[in-house]
């Protein structure tokens, strides 16, 4: 069973700093995009940031300048190295890729989820 496991959630104060990790486990050939998500309270789900495999990044505009997105091939990891958080950040951040359990069967999978609240 494939799963995606996050961690580094947490509270902080505005100007704060915090860093997610999440790490693919269980049977699988490759990871291709990662990403993160995050969900504000009454919120839609919105795209953050994505790395390819190639280390291709893209960021959604609100968060450019600010987050880094990062992976660890070997470790089937991605992270999201977040800076000068404000409450606008505040909501349950999601990790998302698109993962190949062997040579003809893959679709997206999603991590549990990781609160983080940025204190004004």
């Given at each position: 069973?494939?799963?995606?496991?996050?961690?580094?959630?947490?509270?902080?104060?505005?100007?704060?700093?915090?860093?997610?990790?999440?790490?693919?486990?269980?049977?699988?050939?490759?990871?291709?995009?990662?990403?993160?998500?995050?969900?504000?309270?009454?919120?839609?789900?919105?795209?953050?940031?994505?790395i390819d495999t190639s280390g291709t990044i893209s960021y959604?505009?609100?968060?450019?300048?600010?987050?880094?997105?990062?992976?660890?091939?070997?470790?089937r990891s991605v992270y999201l190295q977040m800076n000068s958080l404000?409450?606008?950040?505040?909501?349950?951040?999601?990790?998302?890729?698109?993962?190949?359990?062997?040579?003809?069967?893959?679709?997206?999978?999603?991590?549990?989820?990781?609160?983080?609240?940025?204190?004004?």
């Amino acid at each position: 069973q494939v799963r995606l496991v996050e961690s580094g959630g947490g509270l902080v104060q505005a100007g704060g700093s915090l860093r997610l990790s999440c790490a693919a486990t269980g049977s699988i050939f490759s990871v291709n995009d990662m990403a993160w998500y995050r969900q504000g309270s009454g919120k839609q789900r919105e795209w953050v940031a994505r790395i390819d495999t190639s280390g291709t990044i893209s960021y959604a505009d609100a968060v450019k300048g600010r987050f880094t997105i990062s992976r660890d091939n070997a470790k089937r990891s991605v992270y999201l190295q977040m800076n000068s958080l404000k409450p606008d950040d505040t909501g349950v951040y999601y990790c998302n890729a698109h993962i190949w359990r062997n040579s003809f069967e893959h679709r997206d999978h999603w991590g549990q989820g990781t609160q983080v609240t940025v204190s004004s």
